[in-house]
């Protein structure tokens, strides 16, 4: 140990390549400091968050990397975030990223994929909230195992009393089914609709989270455009089923993000094929094929993940455990912790250009 000197490490460390960013360590200038501590050697590294995903991949290549020249050595990598302060925004204070899951229309499946999107990001280690906006039907104290209860009360440290989300499968739910009857529809028109809103992003307390996964209304009207611009986002995810009439609709979602600058991190297939027991190698491709590449390369848009139609999705979603919990080793739930591992990826990407360039406007 005596003999490897910490610019030789430093060296090593700096050209492993950051698997999300595709760029260096070095590069990057994610090495803060390298220690040797008696006969151990300590590695410090800041990196863009979240780290959740990367650290084991990053740690995996160091170590393949030293053990590989210094087989005897002993080291720990100790991996924090480069800051990123939200702590002043005037909306959603303390949430770092805010992901939209949309949909053009209605019965693909979108609040389905949100909540278990959003446990697959709590399973990694995030802090996580996920917020029903659909005010019309909300769907997530269901898929969470919460119908029937009502929120609580929370003072904030500035003094103001504000709505508590509910907790279940480490992630904060919020939803307008919280403070209606399960039975209740909400029946309201223009004005109204400011109010209910309001009171689902500006009246509930999240504290500090890694995610907020925002479950949209489905559709593309004035609701969709009036959240997504006054939400300081970090991309979108528009679900869509491999149908033409899907596909349409996904087309006018990627247009209302671009008209109000948010960023669609990608599109997810969902329904894609159907297999059978008896017929695993066999998919049918119930709803036609290849729909979700075709319109993510007309777009321009990377195609996130295709979901095969899975009864369990529906069966675990009624009994308020979303499958990645229910069911964690399917081949449905990897695929879900797939693509929710790319949209970790994406947002990656994004918060290097915010740290690359601070002086990035964000509409809030």
């Known amino acids: 140990m005596t003999n490897i000197k910490s610019e030789e490490i430093n060296q090593l460390l700096g050209e492993i390549i950051d698997p999300d960013l595709n760029l260096t360590l070095k590069e990057l200038g ?12 300590k590695i410090y590294l800041k990196l863009i968050q979240p780290i959740y995903w990367v650290a084991e991949k990053l740690n995996k290549l160091i170590n393949d990397n030293i053990v590989s020249k210094y087989p005897d050595i002993v080291f720990e990598v100790l991996i924090s975030e480069v800051a990123q302060d939200v702590s002043n925004r005037a909306i959603l204070p303390g949430v770092k990223n805010i992901i939209a899951i ?3 229309k209605g019965g693909v499946g979108k609040s389905s994929l949100a909540s278990n999107i959003a446990v697959s990001l709590a399973k990694s280690g995030a802090k996580v909230g996920i917020l029903d906006a659909d005010v019309y039907g909300p769907s997530q104290p269901t898929m969470f ?4 209860r009502q929120m609580g009360a929370v003072r904030t440290p500035e003094g103001a009393t504000m709505g508590s989300p509910i907790e279940a499968h480490g992630v904060k739910v919020g939803s307008m089914g919280f403070v209606m009857e399960q039975s209740q529809a909400a029946i309201v028109r223009g004005p109204m609709l400011a109010g209910y809103f309001s009171m689902l992003f500006e009246q509930i307390w999240w504290g500090n989270l890694d995610f907020l996964i925002l479950d949209l209304p489905p559709g593309t009207g004035d609701i969709q455009l009036t959240m997504v611009q006054r939400l300081p986002l970090s991309g979108a995810v528009v679900i869509t089923t491999p149908q033409e009439i899907s596909l349409s609709d996904v087309r006018r979602s990627i247009k209302m993000f671009e008209k109000v600058n948010v960023d669609v991190l990608g599109i997810v297939e969902n329904m894609s094929w159907f297999e059978t027991e008896e017929l695993p190698q066999k998919k049918f491709y119930i709803f036609g094929e290849g729909g979700g590449e075709r319109v993510a ?9 295709q979901v095969p139609l899975d009864t369990a999705i ?9 499958i990645v919990v229910a069911k964690a ?10 693509l929710t591992s790319k949209i970790v990826s994406k947002v990656r990407k994004k918060n290097l250009q915010i740290a690359q360039n601070p002086s990035i406007e964000i509409n809030i």
């Open 145 to 148: 195992g919460l119908a029937g």
């Open 329 to 338: 080793q399917s081949p449905v739930s990897q695929k879900i912790n797939e």
């Open 102 to 104: 949309s949909s053009g």
């Open 314 to 322: 529906r069966e675990n979603g009624d009994g308020g455990t979303p």
């Open 297 to 305: 390369k007309e777009t321009g848009t990377d195609l996130l993940g």
């Open 30 to 41: 994610s090495i803060d400091r390298i220690e040797f501590d008696g006969s151990d050697l």
